[in-house]
């Protein structure tokens, strides 16, 4: 797969260096920037699956750039710097930098950082959505809940009976049973449903 990857560094040469590497390994560079500034504009545009920046630039440095753009975008990002210093590891910890090189970056180091920073995107996009999922499964389950309780109340059935009602009055009708709890929460008709 072509990841489509931005390069933000002030320096001319290493964006070069870099444009070439990824190039050669059949990346697709979508923009060069060469601060934060543009690189936070221009990610918001185009939305790369990677962004290769450095740490130490004019305007907006790369950990504070990288903090608003993964306030706004899942991007992954891998921070390049020419310092290992313990603090600025830790700030970028907390900017949500997917990885981390030290200049001078050679290829060897840099292709398996892009592939590990990609795939540990990919990962949590999946986990989000499977929370997203189970997010939504837990809503309509406790919706569900609520209108058999209603159910149970109205008409002094027992949980099997008011679940069963609604179910079976959820495929005669053929619509969802989170429908049918929905409109018994907004006030429908209950004989209806016991009818069925």
Known sequence: MSYRIMIVDDDPITRMDLREMLKEEGYQVIKECKNGE????YSLRLKPDL???????????????????RQKLDTAILLLTAYSQRELIEDAKESGITAYL?????EADLIPAIEIAISQKRKFECLSKDLQSLKQKLSERQLIEKAKGRMMESFLLS??????FMREYSMKNRIA?????????????????IET
């Open 51 to 69: 962004m290769i920046m450095d740490v130490k630039m004019p305007v907006l440095n790369g950990i504070k750039a990288a903090r608003i753009i």
């Open 102 to 106: 030290v200049k001078p970056v050679t």
């Open 38 to 41: 543009e690189a936070v504009e």
């Open 177 to 193: 049973l989170v429908e049918v709890a929905e409109s018994i929460l907004n006030g429908k008709d209950l004989t209806n449903i």
């Open 159 to 164: 949980e099997d009976m008011a679940y069963r």
